[in-house]
């Protein structure tokens, strides 16, 4: 069975379409994450005031996120974009690794290897000013670890990397959910964040305390079914809309 999509030939023409099984996945699976993140942000980038749109409803759930996102033009929309593990991370990995009394840990803080593979980010907005980096899920939940760090979930995997990536320009972490309910373990990762910072602080030691401090006042978590009434109701989108909204419902 092959569902409707938008823009199947971009989607070929993606590096994600490189990876066969995920490709295969979105084409026939309907339960599959990366099909309603293509769908539904291919679509809603048809509405001319799309951007603002998208940044209005994230203040709903970020009282303090900036209002002049929406000033300037539209960002650029990248999809499943690989960023490399920051070099700040990677030493004081390292580091923790050669002070372990895991004999196997001491072993692969010598293999010169990066420690942790590139983060593949689902969504970004690049503008000139702010950089976006999005996590998208529908069913499932976010990772809490990575092979050689136990604490490395993935909330502050990305964050660590959108920090990296902005440079000078402001960056934040958003993520499109179906369910925002407390059971979801990102729900709670970042329910804890904003209640108590420290605890990202002592999760991104090597990160700016201050700076940590706006990321977190930036923090949204939108739920799928929220983007929906920002789609184009075009009749040549019916399927995909259809399709959309029995997924995110």
């Not at 529908?138 to 440079?167: F, H, K, M, W």
Request: charged share 30%; with cysteine.
């Amino acid at each position: 069975m092959s569902f409707p999509f938008v823009d199947l030939e971009q989607l070929r023409m993606h590096p994600k379409a490189e990876k066969r099984e995920d490709l295969k996945r979105m084409l026939q699976s309907p339960r599959s994450e990366d099909w309603v993140t293509w769908n539904v942000l291919r679509v809603v980038q048809q509405q001319a005031s799309w951007w603002p749109a998208l940044v209005r409803l994230a203040r709903r759930h970020a009282l303090e996120l900036e209002h002049s996102l929406i000033s300037g033009k539209s960002p650029i929309v990248d999809f499943w974009r690989k960023v490399a593990s920051p070099p700040a991370y990677e030493r004081a990995s390292r580091e923790r690794m050669a002070n372990s009394k895991q004999a196997k840990w001491r072993s692969r803080a010598d293999v010169p290897r990066p420690v942790e593979g590139p983060t593949e980010v689902d969504v970004v907005f690049e503008g000139a000013r702010h950089l976006v980096f999005v996590e998208a899920k529908l069913g499932s939940d976010v990772s809490e670890q990575t092979t050689y760090d136990p604490l490395r979930n993935q909330i502050v995997r990305n964050i660590d990397c959108v920090i990296e990536e902005a440079c000078d320009r402001k960056p934040l972490f958003w993520m499109f959910v179906k369910d925002r309910l407390p059971q979801f373990r990102y729900s709670e990762i970042i329910d804890s964040y904003r209640s108590d910072v420290g605890l990202l602080k002592s999760q991104l030691p090597h990160r700016d305390s201050g700076l940590l401090e706006q990321v977190v006042k930036n923090i949204s978590i939108v739920e799928w079914r929220e983007l929906v009434p920002l789609l184009p109701d075009r009749p040549d989108l019916t399927d995909v809309l259809k399709e959309i909204r029995r997924r995110v419902a």
